[in-house]
């Protein structure tokens, strides 16, 4: 599908928006439970103070802006220039994870920034969430171009998630924002054909096993949260997270509203799940979507919009 240039500009800001969004809105709720949230505050809606303040972003949105940096700068990946990037941003205050901080902190000591992320966990390397979290604009600059997309994917999360399975997370979680780029917002959304597409994408059975249960959650009448949480996940693992965030889209697609207030109120790892999530639907419905009232309060809105512009103005005139 050809997409008109301004539908294009639109979806590549919504996505990088809405990735922020949903990080500034699950970030007070990440690590309590979804009962622990509707005991607390009901139904979390607003972007409200947790351990940062409201609107704030956490390292999820940090780090995507570290990888969009470098490939507006590289006009595509750039391992050394991305590392670099992610040390320059680095704020410990924004919540980072065990393995980016030991993987940037061995960067700096002269480890190969190749070779940091293998050293992790008995030399298995890292299958958390942290590759897919920062990935948007990887699916944005090649959402026409699946094989490019999973090859630059693998390398952006493997700087510091070294594990296939991190790095297929992340793969999975660009090729699931790029389907929603080729997609026509306020067209009813075939979400079987897209289940099919993500399950035929990827290369890894447990991926597979967990998007084959997205797709048989999809066909239920009625599905209870806490099913979900249980069979798909909430935690901090990409394979325990990646479909959790695909299945909050996909089931609350009509609207970005819905789907990201569904992501953040599952718990766990609420911002990344929130982050993934506003990924995915800003990147179908544009930016027009999200609602004003989250938009103002977030932090670092133009810097971030405007590495969106940057990145559609590579795809514009190429």
């Known amino acids: 599908m050809k997409i008109k240039p301004e539908i294009l500009r ?14 500034a809105l699950g970030m007070p ?4 439970t979804a009962e622990e949230i509707r005991l607390k505050f009901g139904v979390v809606k607003e972007m409200i103070s947790g351990r940062l303040p409201a609107g704030c972003y956490t390292d999820d949105t940090e780090m995507m802006i570290g990888v969009a940096e470098s490939l ?3 006009r595509g990946f750039n391992g050394e220039d991305m590392v ?3 040390i320059r941003n680095f704020k410990f205050w924004r919540g980072y994870g065990y393995g980016p901080i030991k993987v940037l902190e061995m960067i700096k000591k002269g480890v190969p920034w190749e070779k940091a992320a293998e050293k992790l ?11 897919a979290m920062r990935i948007a604009p990887v699916g944005l600059l090649y959402y026409d171009n699946p094989e490019i997309l ?7 999360a493997r700087i510091t998630h070294a594990n296939k399975l991190g790095m297929e997370g992340a793969a999975i979680q660009a090729y699931a924002v790029a389907l929603a780029v080729m997609e026509e917002p306020h067209k009813t959304l075939e979400v079987e054909d897209f289940i099919t597409k993500v399950y035929m994408f990827s290369c890894d059975n447990i991926f597979r096993d967990k998007v084959r249960l997205v797709k048989q959650l999809l066909e239920k009448n009625s599905v209870d949260k806490f099913e979900v949480i249980s069979r798909l996940g909430n935690s901090i693992e990409a394979f325990n997270s990646v ?16 789907a990201v207030i569904y992501a953040v109120n599952l718990g766990g790892d609420a911002d990344t799940i929130g982050a993934m999530t506003g990924a995915i639907a800003g990147a179908y419905y544009g930016v027009e979507a999200i609602p004003k009232r989250w938009l103002d309060r977030l932090e670092g809105r133009p810097y971030i ?11 514009h005139t190429d």
């Open 150 to 156: 999973r090859s630059v994917a693998y390398k952006v």
């Open 10 to 23: 639109s979806k590549f800001i919504g996505s990088l928006l809405g990735l922020a969004v949903g990080d």
């Open 243 to 258: 479909p959790t965030a695909l299945y909050s889209f996909l089931a609350n697609y009509e609207s970005f509203e819905d």
């Open 121 to 131: 966990f008995g030399g298995e390397g890292s299958y958390g969430n942290g590759g």
């Open 305 to 315: 919009e405007s590495l969106a512009e940057r990145l559609w103005m590579i795809k």
């Open 29 to 32: 709720v990440e690590g309590l």
């Open 84 to 86: 670099k990037r992610f």
């Open 72 to 74: 507006i700068e590289n």
